[in-house]
């Protein structure tokens, strides 16, 4: 009985420090899966796959001690967030109109709030709504590569070790991805302060039908993008272009622009809009400015009920 309770005693140590361990990553791997499937439904999936997978192997007293717990727990959520975009492909093959990542909603941003502004700007370029849309566009293996150099700073031989790839292959992978997603979005983040601006005087022209004043606010190739997932209003596909897009919002200003409430939240990082009526959010709004001045260069609107279950 003495060697049983001993063996016992060890097995919930040893649980006890699986639980903590993970724990402690769990905001990082969030962070990493959420970059690479743009999915928090998805992204939790992966998390309780990692957790799992973590806990069968550090109370397993045949195995190895695990020398570096945050090393093995990214290298199992990356792979198996790798595994799930198959299923999140398929997914997204039949989803109607454009597909926008899931977003984050934080508390309540105030305008000119104080605080770390370079660690504000590097957390809001991590994830935010523009930057997520133009990773869509690389491939998995790509997409990994990128978020784990570029946003969270592993050096290539990590990352080799992380996705089973050769040193060369990785920065292969990381050129291609960073040159990609270079043309799609400039590195350039406004300062949350200018945003918020922007975005009220966006609403104010867009909910009061104001023609001219979109046109001064949009810039000539800003894309709107609606995701409604075919369960809310949205479009079929993007739209492009100042005078379509401003057409559009301005025509329907009778009909959004009755009862609504605004609620000034952060969303991916940035400051935004979220929208009510009735007391029930319908719609994130995050706008996009252009890395020349003010000027809106994408407006992202997602409405799919799915997809706001996160509102508080």
Same mark, same amino acid.
């Given at each position: ?6 063996? $016992? ?38 998390? $309780?796959?990692?957790?799992? @997978? ?8 045949? @195995? ?18 790798? =595994?799930? $975009? ?19 909603? &934080? ?11 370079? =660690?504000?700007? *590097?957390?809001? *370029? ?15 293996? *790509? ?18 070790? %992380? ?25 350039? *983040? ?43 209003? &949205? ?15 301005? &025509? ?26 009735? &007391?029930? =959010? ?13 000027? %809106? ?16």
């Amino acid at each position: 009985m003495t060697e049983e309770r001993a063996a $016992q005693a060890a097995a919930r140590t040893a649980s006890d420090e699986a639980t903590r361990e993970y724990a402690e990553h769990r905001e990082l791997l969030f962070s990493l899966v959420y970059n690479l499937l743009g999915s928090v439904a998805d992204t939790e999936d992966v998390l $309780q796959d990692t957790w799992l @997978a973590w806990a069968a192997r550090r109370t397993d007293v045949a @195995a190895r001690p695990v020398e570096h717990p945050k090393a093995y727990l990214v290298r199992v959520a990356v792979n198996r967030a790798l =595994a799930q $975009q198959a299923a999140v492909s398929r997914r997204r093959e039949t989803y109607v109109g454009p597909w926008l990542p899931e977003p984050l909603v &934080g508390p309540a941003a105030e305008p000119g709030a104080a605080g770390d502004a370079p =660690a504000a700007v *590097e957390r809001a *370029e991590s994830v935010s709504m523009a930057l997520l849309v133009v990773l869509e566009t690389l491939s998995p293996l *790509e997409r990994s590569a990128f978020v784990l150099h570029e946003v969270f700073g592993y050096s290539g031989a990590e990352i080799a070790g %992380i996705l089973g790839r050769s040193p060369a292959a990785v920065r292969q992978l990381t050129k291609r991805a960073r040159e990609h997603v270079r043309a799609g979005r400039p590195r350039y *983040e406004p300062e949350p302060a200018v945003r918020r601006q922007v975005t009220e005087r966006f609403l104010a022209a867009a909910l009061g039908g104001d023609l001219a004043a979109l046109l001064e606010l949009l810039s000539p190739e800003v894309t709107l993008w609606g995701d409604g997932g075919g369960k809310a209003p &949205g479009g079929l596909r993007p739209l492009t272009g100042r005078a379509k897009v401003a057409r559009l919002l301005a &025509g329907l200003a009778p009909r959004a622009g009755r009862g609504l409430d605004v609620d000034w939240r952060t969303v991916n990082g940035a400051p935004a809009a979220v929208l009510s009526a009735f &007391g029930r =959010a319908f719609a994130v709004l995050v706008l996009d400015l252009a890395p020349d001045g003010d000027l %809106i260069s994408g407006i992202y609107a997602v409405s799919n009920p799915d997809k706001l279950g996160g509102l508080v």
